[in-house]
């Protein structure tokens, strides 16, 4: 069976059933085809007891432990899977629409943060940092506000300004961030082996438009609250560890060239700044973080 879906502005046609991702009926041909395809298989040299990732404008290879082999080619229009279990799970369906698609838009040209976002004002801001940095649960904590992505955000420049596209309407969260933040738990999807023990949670006040880009904060653990700016190179670095781009970074020089063009044009016409704050759930600080934008 056939399935379609419409998120990071994309039309997606599958062979993969997603539980988190509402249906599109669009006839329109598709932007990327993801098909299951037992021919595929990884190289004999490549080390099953990890994740092994080689990513390019070209072509990407993904061999995710004992779960599946993937291949991105047809510059990112087409993925093929070979999953290695009996069926694919929603572990493995979230990472590919999660991780493996996110690596077919930057394939196709385009711009993808590792990152969370929210509505504020007439646009929208950006949570960006490293893994536990807090994105997930500091968008979360925004009641009053709508979630527009949970983990990664597609970036498109539209009249001089960047637009953010809607991706998954579930968040990766814990336990414990539920109850603190009352949220609705009732459609719940339980991730095998994830570390910090989170669930998918589905995102009840999810923002199903493109919104305005207008600040973008680079989140850090520290000793008190505090936002300030950063010198261009810093912004530059803190960007490239964030976006989706050629691993090993640096050995595609066509991808290194797009990626920086397109972050030197971001920080030209987008705000940034750095968040520092402690690592509680302590969010006492948010409208200071709103107020920075007006």
């Not at 040209?109 to 007439?122: N, P």
């Not at 050995?251 to 030209?268: A, G, H, M, T």
Request: hydrophobic share 35%.
């Amino acid at each position: 069976m056939i399935y379609r879906y419409f998120f990071s502005n994309k039309l997606i046609q599958s062979d993969i059933k997603w539980p988190f991702l509402p249906s599109s009926t669009s006839k329109s041909t598709p932007d990327i085809n993801i098909s299951l395809d037992k021919s595929i298989f990884p190289k004999k040299d490549i080390n099953n007891s990890r994740d092994y990732y080689v990513i390019n404008m070209k072509k990407s290879i993904i061999h995710l432990k004992n779960k599946a082999y993937i291949e991105i080619s047809d510059s990112g229009k087409k993925i093929s899977v070979n999953i290695f279990q009996d069926k694919i799970d929603d572990t493995l369906s979230y990472k590919i629409a999660n991780q493996i698609i996110p690596y077919s838009v930057y394939m196709q040209g385009g711009f993808v943060l590792h990152a969370s976002c929210i509505t504020a004002l007439d646009g929208c801001i950006l949570f960006v940092g490293r893994s536990g940095t807090g994105k997930s649960t500091l968008a979360s904590s925004f009641l009053d506000k709508k979630i527009l992505s949970e983990d990664f955000v597609s970036l498109e420049e539209s009249g001089g300004d960047y637009l953010a596209y809607p991706t998954i309407p579930f968040s990766k969260i814990s336990s414990n961030i539920i109850t603190k933040f009352g949220l609705n738990n009732s459609k719940n999807i339980k991730l095998d082996n994830d570390f910090r023990a989170r669930n998918l949670v589905e995102i009840n006040n999810f923002e199903h438009t493109p919104k305005k880009v207008l600040h973008c904060f680079f989140l850090n653990w520290g000793d008190r609250f505090s936002i300030s700016p950063l010198p261009s190179h810093e912004k530059i670095s803190h960007l490239l560890e964030s976006t989706y781009n050629a691993f090993p970074l640096g050995s595609c020089p066509q991808s290194s060239k797009n990626i920086f063009n397109k972050i030197s044009e971001f920080i030209r016409r987008v705000k940034v700044s750095k968040i520092a704050r402690k690592k509680d759930l302590d969010f006492s600080n948010n409208q200071n973080i709103l107020d920075s934008i007006s």
